[in-house]
């Protein structure tokens, strides 16, 4: 299958890089507020209300948004479709950006590219997720892999929005940000850093 790279990838997510950034950072915090009695839930249980979540946040990201759309597949499976060049799905995430659950056949062949029903076909299937931090209280970070065959070959994380990423628009980066008066406060843009690729990718 051909692959797109790393850098294709970037260009193709960085548009909506905070979209994709709040569907991965904002259910946790949601959850903890929701279901209180936290320790009630098998880890089972808490990641799929976390995947409820991060689909009705991707709904609401999407919504009306140029180029793409939200895919329900028969396969139980909700998917973000960017410009009908990549496909995204929710997931938690292990420490090596790999999905944390045991893989399907159907996962597998997700990853790797192959016909599923429902599912329309794409350069680039890709996977949204987030890791938590090791007390398991709090996102440590929102990145999207790209994985075959259970083996990772990139990602592309998405840092928080901070005062060290501020972008303002039509100004000079050397300019200072507003302060005062009725001018318009910076805005605070999600950061895109990206691993280094893996593995070798046909371009």
Known sequence: MLRLSRDQAIRIVAPHAERLYQIGAAPFPLFQSTYPNVALHS????????????????????????????????MGVTLIEIDEKVLIRCKKLDDEGLPSNYPTERAKDYDDGDDLPGIPPAPQRLTLGYRLNRLQTAVRDVLISNTTGGRFL????????????????????????????NAEAPKRRVRIRASEEQTEIEQ
């Open 43 to 74: 880890s089972r249980t808490r990641a799929n209300i976390l995947y409820d979540l991060m689909v009705i946040e991707a709904r609401k990201e999407f919504d009306g948004v140029k180029n793409t759309r939200i895919i329900d597949a028969p």
């Open 154 to 181: 990139y990602d592309i994380i998405l840092d928080e929005p901070g005062d060290d990423n501020i972008v303002i628009l039509g100004k000079s980066p050397k300019d200072k940000p507003p302060t005062s008066g």
